[in-house]
């Protein structure tokens, strides 16, 4: 692959930042979190103007208004983000944990965390990630290249800007946050084959963006997002629990990975739970898209397509399916979860722990919501994304997934034989 | 892409099988690794003769001698793949390991060790890895698809049926362990995008297969392999521990990723340690390849062209320059090394803590051979291959690498607010 020679040039400063960041001690970068925090409210204007011209862009180019709500700031949403810096301050700096043993021929053996090195974001309009992503990069020693949507262009430009600056008059290494200012498609693809000078990529967004840096990344990725999640109202579950779990899952957030999509009901109480749930949604204005047993049970129930298990909305809808056992809905869960969060209502031990034991999720609840799946609410202070796959990180990651280990070895003369 | 549907379905049978090996107790996977071991033995003819076609096969080919040894098995060796099998019985079973805790609200979060899933082992003429991958894989839950060369079909076919007969005779899940009995690349090529049933693929072998798979994989690649590595003797290094160390880590066993390719020599000793430490290499055979100043010391030495720097020559030659200080030498780690193994020698406290803290490799180490990274020396007592990447392993990867965590949580009508 023939690289832009300006992206190489990015590269080879965030791996220069990196190598001195490893080192920097954890007052040194909360002093420059802190300088950070004040920056963004010392530049509260500016950051307004220039996301006024990325929201007006938007709307003339006729993007739809979810996506424009995620775009705009306000002047409350850059204290929000303020706050956010000031709140990494407090976390726990995982870089030089660790533990050590010692070998029976006296070598000492430590096992350290240290940092990953260059973390590529990649993200979509939300201008939050990149204050959010910046931080936990910084606070964890890592060196970051941020590529947000070219929708929030300007806004990202000043936000860079301004934290990159308040970091550097900290002492922080220069480059040890730098935005991609262009945002061709061109130089995302090559930023997914700069090995040895990006060490993880992290996509955080839509399917469409995710799939996309899985499948053309050669850079290690870390997979977040996609959550087909379901809840299993069991036969021995109490009704009640039920309706109240399934419901918060699907309602309280419905455009968010940990958010309900499939609710699976036990055929033996099927007809006499499935019309406590279903009047509850129906009256929250959720549309239910059920298998023919659900239909029979839910005259406002439409019929649900093959398609729609394993359908995504993020959107008030959600499939519901009668099955026969746990067995069914583990099967089912199986073939079309996303191993995001999977939760099973239940009062039957034995239940509850097969639930647990054989369904394959990054979090598998018993009597709980679906929507706990988050870092803050697993009490990791803060989340870079959640990750849906098995290396590295699984589940709401925080300061510690950005991180690697590094064994430092003190021998005496120490040889093999 | 167009996948096999015979390789489809090998995928699925191993998906089948980790469902079940995911919880698979750790007393029935023993006695697994137990049948295993005595159906090697028990099978040692029908192993030998399969051996023996692959040998005159590649011999045939006119293979190269190193690779035909490492292809050949004898009694020996088919004992030693026995006692290995053995070996893994005595290792702690990381599945199940864990943590707990429990948030405000009452959430008690359990973070669980589980299996990956499917492992795909990509490898070359070694017969031996397919038994160490099977039972490595075996004992930490996961089904395995193993794809050895094609020199070594022959032998790789009996022994994946004889263990994999002996394992489901003791009930583990039919296709635990699996072979690709089709040594076309078109094969390894599917496997290598075969996301959702493949969970990891971990290529052993040369810089060649490595570089291959890493490029070409859209399922999660762990990278085995290569070393670069080097040793610094520091102006306050001791010549005795530096000849003893270089020596030992060139010389044991020049053929492995943890052997040493450069030593760097700081110029203030040059003069003095360089014909100590080449004479002592020069009458073992070792050929040395010097910067100009190190061959103006040694008139032995060869001149090393730039290329020098950054080959792992895995053979009886070094490449030796002087340098300025711990900086330089630093520098020169950085810019050439493959962050594997490094190491110095030297009394000065500083300046050790300063190499260890600011080298970014999987394993540094201060006066002591690079030779010791390595799972068994490491105390893990396996390895399944030393990563080099950053992200989920880094260095020897043991039993706990080969999985991954999963949160169970454990509500009692917890919703989110």
Redo the contacts between chains.
Sequence with gaps: MDFSPELIAIGQKAKDAA?KL??SSTANKNKALLAMADALLAHEQEILVANQKDVEAAIQKGIKKSLVNRLTLTSEGIHQMSDSLREVVNLADPVGEGEF?T?PNG?R?QRTR?P??VVAMVYEARPNVTVDAAALCLKSGNAVILRGGSEAIESNKVLSRVISEASERQGMPTASIQLLENTDRQWVQQLMKM?GYV??IIPRGGAGLIQTV??ES?V???ETGTGVCHAFVDQEG?F??GV??VF??KT?RPGVCNALETVLIHEAVASEFLPLLGEKLWDYGVEIRGCEKTCAILPYASKARSEDWGTEYLDLIISAKVVKDVDEAMDHI?QYGTKHSETIITENYTTAQRF???V??????????T???DGG???FGAEIGIST????A??PMGLRELT?????????????T
């Design positions: 190598r490893a080192y043993w070998r070598l053996i240290v990953l090195g090995n060490d993880v899985v499948k050669t290690p990725v870390i109490n009640d629990k109240s779990i918060n899952s309280h199986y647990l034991n054989e394959d999720a990054a979090a598998v609840y018993v009597n709980a919501s929507r706990f799946t609410r697993f009490g796959q098995k290396l590295h699984r589940g690697t280990m590094k064994y430092m070895i003190y021998g005496e003369d120490h040889i093999v």
